[in-house]
């Protein structure tokens, strides 16, 4: 029996390709990718290209008023990761919010709203490696907002599920609830609004930072009792590139996009699973519950003392830690929940390139919860996120407490693995909130512990601890959540090892993986089943 037959994986392997490929979680976004590198552009050419035309295809989970973080590894094998993630307001004092009598940061609105940082995470990204010009890879966006792209039945459930908040809007409300009504599934959805301000911004990226989009997007936000000055909006163009954190696991090295993502989340349930994975049967119940205590261990150790402006997550990597967590584990002596509940939801989107140079791109955006705050900034079509609703706390003293010129902690992460002498073997990531820490770990277990291609790895089965200690979700119940296709026996057994396990559908974990992987002189790829991605070889 095929190692994954047990799990019902959809009847189709990995697609392959030699010349390059890319992956992503729209169809079309995966061709606007294929088709520059069919005409001779490199895997950051197509990335930026694939991230532009995603903020038209999948408009609830990323946008220009988003954010990015990004891992590239050039030809010559360095790996750099380019971080896309802004500031909230200069005035965002916790007072601020406590005299407004808030126990928590609002989660819509435009108290909810940190600067944006994607345009200038691929700002960035074009500046290191790019060979075409941002008019050039954006054009298929801006024809997309112009011309109208087909509704998508995830994107009309997105619609009705929010419909109250974003008929407030005028912005939101003209293009996602067009005549008053919900679009049906391939009704054209136009954004003509976003498509001028993506020419702007494909002349000027910096325009949103310091320019004319800029001054909208702080004139409306302060209207609306935001208390920005500008000058954080501009310190939040800045984006550079900087070394990736990286990971030995399995002989290989996994690189990992830095604070204030949790990347290093990633390096620690990979530090505490070492040496232990490979020698069980894939996904038995002693495998899945070593890598959920590892993950329920990271998200203590990141409520208890981890801020996107301190190194405390670096102490959690050294060797006497890991070997203390380790035994922690073993002991049983598993951390609990931390306080404070608010409601849980959120969205994202992710993307991979490889070319024929070995160049890989591994890029994630988001507006954090499906589309962000819910509010534009008026004749732009920008839609704003609400990172800072969503991820800083409103916990006297807590590092990740909010406070100005404070980026909130993040849950986008990325990563790229490659072999002791720097040649690539593997580029993934996945959405999923807090979920995407622990399938990351997941999907790089499946790969380098047990040899499983990228078909295997993103079907597999899912299993996610909850709560993680993203703001949106503290104060939950402890629970194991497990794909039903883990089967009885397992999920008897988890019960067993003390997990309070609730069982979801089949496919019913979340997430969207893409992962793309060196296999000899070729490539092999796949897009998640539980999403609409596609994998496309050239």
Known sequence: MPADAEFGRPGRGPAAGSGGMVAAGHPAVALAGARVLAGGGNAVDAALAMAALSWLALPGQCGVGGDAFVLLRRPDGSVAAFGGSGFGPDGGEPAFYRDRGLSALPLEGALAVAAPGAVAALAALHADSATRGLPELWAPAIAAAEDGLPCTAKTRADIVERRDALARDPGTAEVFLPGRRVPGVGEPIFQRALGASLRRLADDPADLYAGGLAERSVDALV??????????????????????????????VVHLTPPPTPGWMVAQQAGLCDGDLSGLPWLAAEAVHRMASAARVAFADRF??????????????VPSAL???????????????????????????????????????????????????????????????????RGAYLIDGHPNEVRPRRRPLHTLNAWLVTDAAGRLLHAGNTPGGDGQVQWNTQLISHLLDHGHDPAAA?????????????????????????????????????????????VQGPWGAGGGAQIISVAGGALLGASDPRQDGVTLGV
């Open 223 to 252: 209207g609306a009792g935001a208390p920005f000055s500008g000058y954080e909006w501009m310190a939040s163009g800045r984006a550079v590139s900087e070394p990736a954190l990286t990971r030995t696991y399995r002989g290989a």
């Open 304 to 317: 208890a003392g981890c801020g996107a402006d301190s190194d405390h997550w670096r102490g959690l990597l």
């Open 323 to 389: 070997s203390a967590a380790r035994a922690r584990i073993e002991a049983g002596d598993l951390p609990a929940a931390a306080p404070s509940p608010v409601p849980a939801g959120g969205d994202t989107t992710s993307m991979a390139a490889v070319d024929a140079e070995g160049r890989a791109v591994s890029l994630i955006h988001s507006l954090a919860f499906t589309f962000g705050a819910r509010i534009t900034v008026p004749g732009t079509g920008i839609v704003l996120n609400n990172r800072l609703g």
């Open 458 to 502: 993103v079907a597999a089965p899912r299993f996610t601890v909850h709560p993680g200690s993203d703001a949106d979700v503290l104060g939950h119940a402890p629970e194991l959540r497990v794909e039903s296709r883990l089967g009885g026996a397992r999920i008897d057994a988890l019960r067993a090892l003390g997990h309070d396990v609730t």
